[in-house]
């Protein structure tokens, strides 16, 4: 595969993963099991298997440098699902955004995996939802939030209930509103750390913010997922030299 320019990365891989994207052949280039899973990603992208700052990462329990800011202004808006044969994907009207160390980024989308890509002290959550924003700068930026199994998810379900018939079809969902802030805990306590892609082209420079709190989901949502698209997580990648805030 010939490399993208960092732009181009930003705009193919984190509006992550548009019917355009992964709707021809490139989509078969890459997946989760077998000879296109996560251990050959290197032969799609070099990146993925020489890059030294990789998402996801194991988080510990525990961390003692105090995290930066975080600020979110999150609207209810009008959404398009999307599956895209890699996952369950979001795409959200312009309008809401986050504010990180006093930079805006704007909300493109969001979209789920399971089980979780990021553990915690090596133990993984049911699923996890990833919430991409960019600046006007073209920088990205990721808040995930872990999803526990428990009581039924009233967002999931609207999704589910709405999801596109075929692979790379986007769907609007009319009549109702949806605000991304539904799908985040109370406590915005979380993680910070420079990252990158969790799919091919694993381009990096990505700031993930992970929260440390969950949201639940339940097993039949869970298990509705995993239905429709199967388990859908990078292993854990070696942090390095990497501070975690």
């Known amino acids: 595969m010939k490399r993208f ?25 890459w997946g989760y099991e077998g000879k296109e899973g996560p251990e050959h990603w290197g032969d799609f992208s070099e990146v993925c298997k020489i890059g030294k700052n990789q998402s996801p990462v194991d988080l510990p329990k525990e961390v003692k440098t105090p995290v930066k800011s975080i600020g979110f202004n999150y609207k209810p808006g009008s ?10 994907q979001v795409n959200v009207a312009p309008g809401s ?10 909300l493109l989308q969001y979209h789920f995996h399971s089980p979780s890509e990021h553990v915690v002290g090596g133990m993984p959550y049911e ?16 808040v995930g939030v872990f999803m526990k199994e428990g009581k039924e ?3 999931v379900k609207a999704i589910w209930a709405n999801l596109p018939d075929k692979v790379g079809v986007e769907k609007p969902v009319e009549g109702i509103k949806f605000n991304p802030a539904d799908l985040l805990p109370a406590d915005y306590t979380l ?11 694993c381009s990096e420079k990505v700031t993930w913010n992970v929260l440390k709190a969950h949201i639940e989901v339940s097993k039949e949502q869970k298990d509705k997922f995993l239905s429709v698209i199967g388990k859908n997580a990078r292993p854990v990648q070696p942090v390095n030299d990497r501070t975690i805030e």
């Open 191 to 201: 993680y910070r750390y420079s990252g990158s892609l969790t799919t091919p082209p």
């Open 5 to 29: 320019t960092s732009v181009a990365l930003a705009v193919v891989l984190l509006l992550c993963v548009s019917s355009m994207s992964y709707g021809g052949e490139q989509a078969a280039h």
């Open 79 to 88: 959404i398009k699902t999307l599956n895209n044969g890699h996952t369950i």
């Open 127 to 142: 699923m996890e939802v990833h919430l991409v924003h960019k600046n006007d700068k073209g920088e990205l930026a990721v």
């Open 153 to 155: 998810n009233p967002v």
């Open 97 to 106: 955004t986050v504010t990180i160390d006093g930079k805006k980024y704007g």
